[in-house]
């Protein structure tokens, strides 16, 4: 097997990191050499925060280079339109329809930028907009888009149900755990198409 290259996107406070170590963790748990990394300095404002996971047979580096990424996972519709330069021309963005607007739109600066993942299937790439953040509210809490998203994701990875199920249980906070495993469910079922 090569080496299959996930970049993660979003702003700060979208449980990046969680969903980054649990996407890690499944790879590891299902035998895989692993490299991971997150830059986070710019959450505390806020910004844009990322982190990669590359999985395979050897892995000697965190960093995907551009233009290899296998699936950008944005966790926010913008994030997902910055870091699309990084997928391989067979990428695939699994984006929530979320948006967080940045300082500059909300200071009336800027506009943000209309049909976002238009913008992006246009450019040749497979898009799959999941409205994380509308299912979660839906199943009572918005802290759960994260591990939604992971539900999406996982159809797209060759890592059996259970690992993803282990590993979830084991970095969620107890009290949200039937929430979190819900929202993973729910959206390992509605993205079943692949």
Same mark, same amino acid.
């Given at each position: &097997?090569?080496?299959?290259?996930?970049?993660?996107?979003?702003?700060?406070?979208?449980? @990046? %990191?969680?969903?980054?170590?649990?996407?890690?963790?499944?790879? $590891?748990?299902?035998? =895989?050499?692993?490299?991971?990394?997150? %830059?986070?300095?710019? *959450?505390?404002?806020?910004? &844009?925060? =990322?982190?990669?996971?590359?999985?395979?047979?050897? !892995?000697?580096?965190?960093?995907?280079?551009?233009?290899?990424?296998?699936?950008?996972?944005? &966790?926010?519709?913008?994030?997902?339109?910055?870091?699309?330069? &990084?997928?391989?021309?067979?990428?695939?963005?699994?984006?929530?329809?979320?948006?967080?607007?940045?300082?500059?739109?909300? @200071?009336?600066?800027?506009?943000?930028?209309? #049909?976002? #993942?238009?913008?992006?299937?246009?450019?040749?790439?497979?898009?799959? *907009?999941?409205?994380?953040?509308?299912?979660?509210?839906?199943?009572?809490?918005?802290?759960? *888009?994260?591990?939604?998203?992971?539900?999406? @994701?996982?159809? +797209?990875?060759? $890592?059996?149900?259970?690992?993803?199920?282990? %590993?979830?249980?084991? $970095? !969620?906070?107890?009290?949200?755990?039937?929430?979190?495993?819900? #929202? $993973? +469910?729910?959206?390992?079922e509605e993205y079943s198409f692949v």
């Amino acid at each position: &097997m090569g080496i299959t290259n996930i970049l993660i996107s979003g702003v700060g406070g979208q449980g @990046l %990191v969680l969903a980054t170590g649990i996407i890690a963790e499944a790879a $590891f748990r299902e035998g =895989y050499d692993i490299k991971t990394s997150d %830059v986070i300095g710019l *959450s505390q404002r806020g910004g &844009m925060v =990322y982190g990669s996971v590359r999985f395979g047979d050897k !892995v000697y580096s965190s960093s995907i280079p551009q233009g290899e990424a296998d699936i950008l996972l944005a &966790m926010e519709q913008l994030e997902a339109l910055r870091w699309c330069y &990084m997928l391989s021309p067979k990428g695939k963005v699994i984006i929530s329809e979320d948006i967080v607007y940045p300082n500059r739109v909300l @200071l009336e600066k800027e506009e943000y930028p209309e #049909a976002i #993942a238009k913008t992006i299937s246009e450019k040749g790439l497979e898009v799959i *907009s999941v409205k994380a953040k509308e299912k979660s509210k839906a199943l009572g809490n918005i802290k759960v *888009s994260n591990i939604y998203l992971i539900g999406a @994701l996982s159809k +797209h990875l060759p $890592f059996k149900e259970e690992t993803w199920l282990e %590993v979830i249980k084991e $970095f !969620v906070p107890p009290k949200t755990l039937d929430l979190n495993i819900k #929202a $993973f +469910h729910e959206a390992r079922e509605e993205y079943s198409f692949v």
